[in-house]
C-alpha cells in the first residue's frame, strides 16, 4: 500500500485526502510497475496511481479473443532483473493477453510493488505551483496529492478512440469494444457477429470470434498488411538457449532500429534482382514475424523499395484467398509500414470460411449503426453482436484527458494544440519536473516498448536523482532544445514513408486532431546514443534550478527517505 494511503487509514478513520510523496506515477502497466521498482530503488517515496481496479495497464483492459503481443515474448519483457529474465518461461513465442498479465503480477508481487499502486484512482487534474515547485495532482476519489515530480506512464494506446459512428448507442444487442473488453469469457457460438475495424485488435479477434460465430461480417475502411507471426510453443530447449545469453540479445536489440533481436540489413531492395528479392521476401515470409521489413534497410526510405515489398504481400493474399473479388479488396493501397504492421494467425485464411463475410467501406459505407445492426449505402445487416476494433487516441490521448498545467496555469492541452511538442518525448517545456513515458517525439510505439519504456524510465529516474544530488528544485526543458528537437525529428520523418498515409502515428485516425507524426523515426540505436550524450552533457537541454522554495520540498535528504 502506498505510503499515503498507509497515512490516511492510520487516521483514525478521518479520511485524510492529502498526501506528499517525492515522485507520484500515473498508470500501472509496464511503466507504472517498473517506475514502482526503480524509484523505490533510489529510496525515493513514490505512488502509482491507477484507474483500473488491477495493474497491466494494455494487458488489463485488452482481454479481446486471440490478443496476445507481436514482439517476441522473450524480448517483450523486462529485462531489469536477470534472476526474473531467467525464472520466467513463455509458452509461446508471442504470448497471449492472460500469460503477459500473469506476468505482470507475477512481477509486482516478486519484487513487493503493490503496496506502492493504488488501484480504482483515476488521476483529473495536475498543475504545477511555481512559489513551491510542487506538483498538486488531483483525483476522482477526492485525493490532492502533492509531489515535486510527476511521471505520467498513461500508455499510448490506453484511450479507445471516441465512436465516431452515427447511431452506435442505439444498437439493442451485445457490443463490445477490443480496448475494454469485459473480464468474463464472451461466448459467440451461433450468434451474428458483426466487426467492425481491421487493424491490429481485429487482425486478431476475427479468426477466433469466426469459428464459433453463425456469421460474420467484418467491416473494413482501409486494408492492413500482415505477415505471418509463425508462433509456436517455446520448447525447454529453446528457452534455455535464449536464456543462457540474454544479455546479448538484450545488446542486440539495442542495435537495432525497432529494438528488437533482429540483423540490420545493409542492402537495397534497389540492388537486387528481383527473382533475388522475391526469394529473400519468401524466406521472410516464412519465417514470420516483423524480420520481413528487415529484408532491405530501404523499405521504409524508397517508394520504389516499399511498392516491390508491397506487392509481394498482396500477391500472398491472392493466393491465401481463394475469392479473387475478396482477395482485391483485402489487399493494402498504401505504402507497407506506413499503418503499423500486423501480424496474421488464420487472418487471410479466416475470409474463405463460409459464415464470414468482408464489407469494403471504400465503396458502400456505414450510414448508422440501427437497433438490429449496421446500415451500409448497401444494405442493413441484423446482427446479435457488434464488435468495436476501431483504435485509440493514440500517444497524447491520456496526456491531454488530464487537466495538466504547467507554469501560469498553461494547459498542456493549449500547448499540445497543434500537435504535441517535446524534447526526447521525455519532457515539454513549461512543465518543469513533469516526465512522460514513450511519450510523442521518442521512438515509442515504433519500437520493442518495453525496452523504450525500460530506457526511459532509467533515464528519468537517473535524471531525478541528478537534480536532487545538484540541489535543483526543479530540471525543466528549454525551448530551445524542444524545438531543436522537433525539428530534427520532422527533419527524419521527412526522409520515410512513414507520414504518406492516414495512420494513427499522424493522429489521423481521430476526427480534428491535428495531423503530427508523433513517433521518433531516426531508430532506437540513435535515440539511445543522443539521450546517453544529453545526460553525459550534464543533461543538455534542461535547464535546473537552484531555488529551494520556501514550502517547497524540504532538504535532498528528506526527498530521498520519503516523507
Ligand atoms: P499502458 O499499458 O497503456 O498502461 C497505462 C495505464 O495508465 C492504463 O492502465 C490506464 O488505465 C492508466 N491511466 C491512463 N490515464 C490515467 C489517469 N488519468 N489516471 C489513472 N490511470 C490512468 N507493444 C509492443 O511493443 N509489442 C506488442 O506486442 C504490443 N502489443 C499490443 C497489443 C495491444 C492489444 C495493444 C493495445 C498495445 C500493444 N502494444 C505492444 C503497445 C503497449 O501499449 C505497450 O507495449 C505497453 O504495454 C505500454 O505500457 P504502459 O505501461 O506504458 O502503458
Ligand atoms: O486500432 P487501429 P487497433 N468506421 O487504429 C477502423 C497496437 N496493437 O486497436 O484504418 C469504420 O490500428 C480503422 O479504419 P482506418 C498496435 O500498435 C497491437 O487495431 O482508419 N472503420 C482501422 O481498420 C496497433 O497499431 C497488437 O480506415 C473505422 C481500425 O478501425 C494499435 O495497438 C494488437 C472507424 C482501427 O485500427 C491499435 O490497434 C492490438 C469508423 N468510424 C493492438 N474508425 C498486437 O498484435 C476506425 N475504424 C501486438
Redesign the pocket.
Known amino acids: 500500500m502506498p505510503r499515503g494511503v498507509l497515512a490516511r487509514k492510520k487516521f483514525k478513520g478521518k479520511k485524510m485526502k492529502s498526501a506528499h510523496y517525492n515522485v507520484v506515477v ?7 510497475i517498473y517506475s514502482a521498482y526503480r524509484l523505490r530503488k533510489l529510496g525515493l517515496s513514490a505512488v502509482v ?4 481496479d488491477g495493474i ?7 482481454r479481446y479473443p486471440g ?1 496476445r ?3 517476441p515474448s522473450m524480448e ?1 519483457s523486462f529485462q531489469f532483473s536477470d534472476e526474473l529474465q531467467q525464472e520466467w518461461n513463455w509458452s509461446e513465442r508471442y504470448a497471449t493477453q492472460p500469460e503477459i498479465l500473469k506476468y505482470l503480477e507475477h512481477v509486482a508481487d516478486k519484487f513487493d510493488l503493490r503496496r506502492d499502486i493504488q488501484l480504482n ?4 487534474s495536475a498543475s504545477y505551483d511555481e512559489a513551491t515547485s510542487l506538483w498538486t495532482i488531483k483525483t476522482n476519489q477526492g485525493q490532492t496529492l502533492t509531489a515535486p515530480y510527476f511521471i505520467l ?6 484511450v479507445p478512440k471516441d465512436i465516431d459512428i452515427p447511431g452506435a448507442n442505439n444498437f439493442a444487442g451485445r457490443i463490445f469494444r477490443t ?1 475494454t473488453w469485459p473480464k468474463e469469457e464472451i461466448d459467440f457460438t451461433g450468434r451474428r457477429v458483426g466487426v467492425i475495424g481491421t487493424g ?2 481485429a487482425l486478431q479477434a476475427i479468426p477466433i470470434i469466426a469459428e464459433k460465430a453463425k456469421s460474420l461480417h467484418v467491416y473494413q475502411r482501409t486494408a492492413t498488411y500482415a505477415v505471418p507471426a509463425n508462433n509456436y510453443p517455446l520448447e525447454e530447449e529453446t528457452l534455455k538457449k535464449i536464456k543462457s545469453d540474454y544479455a546479448g540479445l538484450r545488446e542486440r536489440e539495442r542495435q537495432n532500429y525497432f529494438a528488437v533481436d533482429l540483423p540490420s540489413p545493409t542492402q537495397s531492395a534497389l540492388e537486387v534482382s528481383p527473382e533475388e528479392r522475391a526469394s529473400r521476401y519468401e524466406e521472410k515470409w516464412q519465417e514470420g514475424g516483423f524480420g520481413f521489413m528487415f529484408a532491405y534497410y530501404d523499405l521504409v526510405l524508397s517508394k520504389e523499395a516499399n511498392d516491390a515489398a508491397s506487392e509481394f504481400v498482396r500477391s500472398k493474399i491472392r493466393q491465401i484467398v481463394k475469392d479473387p473479388k475478396v482477395a482485391e479488396i483485402l489487399s493494402p493501397k498504401q505504402p507497407i509500414s506506413c499503418k503499423r504492421m500486423c501480424l496474421d494467425i488464420g487472418y487471410y485464411e479466416t475470409f474463405n470460411r463460409e459464415n464470414v463475410t468482408l464489407v469494403d467501406l471504400q465503396s458502400t459505407p456505414i450510414l448508422e449503426v440501427t437497433e438490429q445492426g449496421v446500415r451500409t449505402t448497401a444494405d442493413h445487416i441484423q446482427f446479435d453482436d457488434l464488435v468495436l476494433a476501431t483504435g ?1 487516441d493514440a500517444m497524447t490521448g ?1 496526456i491531454v ?2 487537466d495538466i498545467r504547467g507554469r501560469e496555469g498553461v494547459a498542456l492541452k493549449e500547448k499540445w494544440g497543434n500537435g504535441p511538442s517535446t524534447y526526447l518525448g521525455i519532457a515539454t517545456a513549461g512543465f518543469p519536473n513533469l516526465f512522460m ?2 511519450g510523442p517525439g521518442s521512438p515509442s ?1 515504433l ?4 525496452a523504450s ?1 525500460e530506457h526511459h524510465i532509467d533515464w528519468i529516474s537517473d535524471c531525478i536523482a541528478s537534480a536532487m544530488k545538484t540541489g535543483s528544485a526543479t530540471v525543466e526543458v528549454t525551448p530551445a532544445a524542444e524545438s531543436a528537437w522537433m525539428d530534427h525529428s520532422a527533419m527524419v520523418t521527412g526522409a520515410t514513408l512513414f507520414h504518406s498515409c492516414n495512420s494513427w502515428y499522424l493522429g489521423a485516425n481521430v476526427p480534428g486532431k491535428a495531423r503530427v507524426f508523433m513517433p521518433y523515426v531516426g531508430g532506437y540505436p540513435a535515440y539511445l546514443q543522443k539521450c546517453s550524450e544529453v545526460a553525459r552533457n550534464g543533461y543538455e537541454g534542461f535547464s535546473f534550478s537552484l531555488s529551494p522554495k520556501k514550502f517547497g520540498p524540504k532538504t535532498n535528504s528528506e526527498m530521498f527517505t520519503g516523507v
Open positions: 500515473v498508470g500501472a502497466g509496464f511503466s507504472g496511481l491507477e484507474a483500473a497491466g495497464g494494455t494487458w488489463y483492459w485488452n490478443a503481443c507481436d514482439i517483450y484512482t483515476r488521476v483529473e506512464g498513461t500508455g499510448s494506446l490506453s480496448s491490429s485488435s485509440f491520456a484527458k488530464m513515458v514513450n510505439v519500437t520493442n516498448m518495453v519504456i
